[in-house]
T-cell receptor
């Protein structure tokens, strides 16, 4: 039962263009969403998050959009840089409950940014 | 300012042996989480511990797996009588005493069962 889904296993983008990574969830109890970036042989690194009371959060080149009615979120990276090439994981939690820190992850999307 | 430290980074075991994975949380963090990543999959929650307490072990397999976070020393994830299906990357994460939605992950321990 995959509660968080990233339907695109991979995405290839030209340097300077926008990268859009998508994520869908099914559990309506999720109220906090995060994106992590992972390089090979390293642990996931936190990138950006959003609470369900917002529909957008921006941090530099990274913006996360949340559409609660569609149970969909997306990560926009603009402009994309070769150093952004990594696996991106979407994650969700029920922060209002007692198990904050218990994250449900998607399968990941491999982003490749070409120079 | 060390982050989350995991060791060993790589561990090879034969079927039936025991695997012990260790995790030292970030300084000032007292909440520890273990996640497992099977090949081609995302990370899956296993267990959430505070010092000397298991808070949530809903993701732990019912048999052969155990976790502890003693008053002194690192958190330990123990897998007894390993099988090939246990081969995976095991990630530890930590958060501060006030709790947090944002976890800091270690680099992981990759277990290979021959």
């Amino acid at each position: 039962d995959q509660q968080v889904k990233q339907n695109s296993p991979s995405l290839s983008v030209q340097e300077g263009r926008i990268s859009i990574l998508n994520c869908d969830y099914t559990n309506s109890m999720f109220d906090y969403f995060l994106w992590y970036k992972k390089y090979p042989a390293e642990g996931p690194t936190f990138l950006i998050s959003i609470s369900s009371i917002k529909d957008k959060n921006e941090d530099g080149r990274f913006t996360v959009f949340l559409n609660k009615s569609a149970k969909h979120l997306s990560l926009h990276i603009v402009p994309s840089q070769p150093g952004d090439s990594a696996v991106y994981f979407c994650a969700a939690s029920n922060a209002g409950g007692t198990s904050y820190g218990k994250l449900t992850f998607g399968q990941g999307t491999i982003l490749t940014v070409h120079p | 300012n060390a982050g989350v430290m995991q060791n060993p980074r790589h561990l090879v075991r034969r079927r039936g042996q025991e695997a012990r994975l260790r995790c030292s949380p970030m300084k000032g963090h007292s909440h520890v989480y273990w996640y497992r990543q099977l090949p081609e999959e995302g990370l899956k929650f296993m267990v959430y511990l505070q010092k000397e307490n298991i808070i949530d072990e809903s993701g732990m397999p019912k048999e052969r797996f155990s976790a502890e976070f003693p008053k002194e020393g690192p958190s330990i994830l123990r897998i007894q009588q390993v099988v090939r299906g246990d081969s995976a990357a095991y990630f530890c994460a930590s958060s501060p005493p006030t709790g947090a939605n944002v976890l800091t992950f270690g680099a992981g321990s990759r277990l290979t069962v021959l």
